[in-house]
């Protein structure tokens, strides 16, 4: 059980998803004390998903751009949530209980909950311009105009935001090519049967892949990059993005006392290890997931958002139960609506229901070396995704979860 409290400063660092809805929820759940949301971006909460879709994959447009807002001004002045924006973090004093701000000022706090997140992971290669990378609103709102420009763009990286921004470069009429060392770089988040249904849809979109073989330089200047592979070939670019993943922010806690380790290494209550009244949610938080039995870093939307429940939750009422995650991920293609749910297990097996060649619409139920059902990832099927969704959480064997989304077909 951990400790609950209704009366104390709650000190948040990080005004993104899990900072936001941590501080929202704390109200919500009734908390009375000072609530101190700190983040080091100047400008008000948004969500990052609409960055590399809604935004990017639509006309982008101021205001747009404030329809992602997580919260407004007139919200969080009503919740007493005291603002410090454009303030990051750079320390943190846990034997005093003091967060250390860059302006040289420093924030007292009863419980601190770490929501710092990640940052993308920096591009090795640094022409003078015409490298971008997508993390933030200004980086989308750079890229739009990048990509209005029509010209050959390089995406690095064949992820979700990589192959997200290649189809958006493709809206804008752009030529675009995806580079990736990986021979499959898709498998790894949905499996390798959607994968390459995913790259045939790229490709019949007119996007170029290099996979297999990654980039060694890139030379020139926006407009007249060369991007050179490991392959010897060169591939002329008016601009490059580069999504080669992301690091979790926690350079500012590198003398805190905090376990680190690919993040902030929490307990199964997301209470971060060295320190009491610590916790830490979100994409930097790395927590021992149970259904796998390892510890894992997501950086997935709806675990953000769950845990900034979860904590607001332990911090006003106290929980018995650790933290349970849903393990969901969306991915949005062209006109393909990618989700995931659940896990894939490299060991065990994966059985796929409906033809994606044929109508665009199919299943693949994963199952674990145990045997068991451990995830399942759709396209373009809502019905068959709440279904799986549903069977796994109730524990469901896969045969009879394979059998009911096989009816649906
Ligand atoms: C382009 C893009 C598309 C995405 N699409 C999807 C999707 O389709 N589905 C999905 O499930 N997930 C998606 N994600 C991931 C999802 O957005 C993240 O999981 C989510 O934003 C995590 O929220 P967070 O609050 O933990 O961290 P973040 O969103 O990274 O926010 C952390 C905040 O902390 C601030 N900060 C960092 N260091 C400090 C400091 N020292 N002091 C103060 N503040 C600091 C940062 O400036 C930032 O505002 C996407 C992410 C991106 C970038």
């Known amino acids: 059980m951990t400790e609950a409290a209704v009366d104390r400063h709650v000190v948040i660092v990080g005004a993104s998803l899990a900072g936001t809805r941590t501080a929202q929820n704390l109200r919500v759940l009734g908390h009375t004390g000072r609530v101190t949301l700190v983040g080091a971006e100047a400008e008000l909460p948004y969500d990052r998903p609409p960055l590399s879709k809604r935004l990017l994959q639509g006309e982008w447009s101021e205001a747009a751009a404030q329809e992602i807002r997580l919260a407004t001004q007139e919200e969080l002045d009503e919740r007493e949530v005291e603002l410090r924006l454009g303030s990051a973090a750079v320390g943190l004093d846990s034997a005093a209980r003091l967060v250390q701000l860059a302006d040289g000022t420093s924030v007292p706090y009863d419980a601190l909950v770490i929501a710092t997140g990640a940052a993308a992971r920096p591009s090795p290669w640094r022409p003078p311009s015409g490298v971008y990378q997508l993390r933030t609103l200004n980086d989308s709102r750079a890229i739009a105009a990048r990509l209005a420009l029509g010209e050959p763009v390089v995406v690095v990286g064949g992820g979700f935001i990589g192959t997200e921004i290649a189809a958006a470069a493709v809206g804008y009429g752009c030529p675009v090519t995806i580079v990736d060392p990986l021979p499959e ?49 060169r591939l002329a670019a008016s601009t490059t993005v580069v999504g080669i993943g992301s690091v ?146 109730a524990g469901a064997s896969s045969d009879s979860v394979v059998d009911t989304i096989r009816q649906l077909a």
């Open 185 to 233: 770089p898709m498998a790894r988040l949905v499996g390798p049967e959607i994968a390459g249904s995913l790259v045939e849809l790229h490709r019949r979109n007119g996007v170029r892949t290099r996979f297999g073989t990654g980039v060694v330089a890139i030379e020139g200047k926006a407009g007249e990059l060369t991007v050179e592979l490991a392959s010897g070939e």
């Open 248 to 393: 979790p922010s926690t350079d500012w806690l590198a003398d805190s006392g905090l376990k680190l380790d690919n993040g902030v290494v929490t307990d199964r209550f997301l209470r971060a290890s060295g320190a009491d009244d610590v916790y830490a949610i979100g994409d930097v938080a790395r927590w021992p997931h149970p259904g796998r039995g390892v510890d894992v870093r997501a950086e997935h939307w709806t675990n953000a958002s769950d845990q900034a429940m979860y904590v607001a939750t332990a911090l006003t009422r106290g929980v018995e139960a650790g933290y349970e995650p849903t393990d969901y991920v969306w991915s949005d293609q062209y006109d393909w609506k990618v989700n995931t749910f659940g896990w894939r297990d490299p060991a065990g097996s994966s059985t796929v229901i409906g033809d994606l060649q044929a109508d665009s619409r199919a299943a693949v139920i994963h199952t674990d070396a145990q045997g068991a059902a451990c995830g399942a990832v759709t396209v373009n099927w809502v019905r068959a995704l709440n279904q799986a969704r549903r069977l796994l959480a």
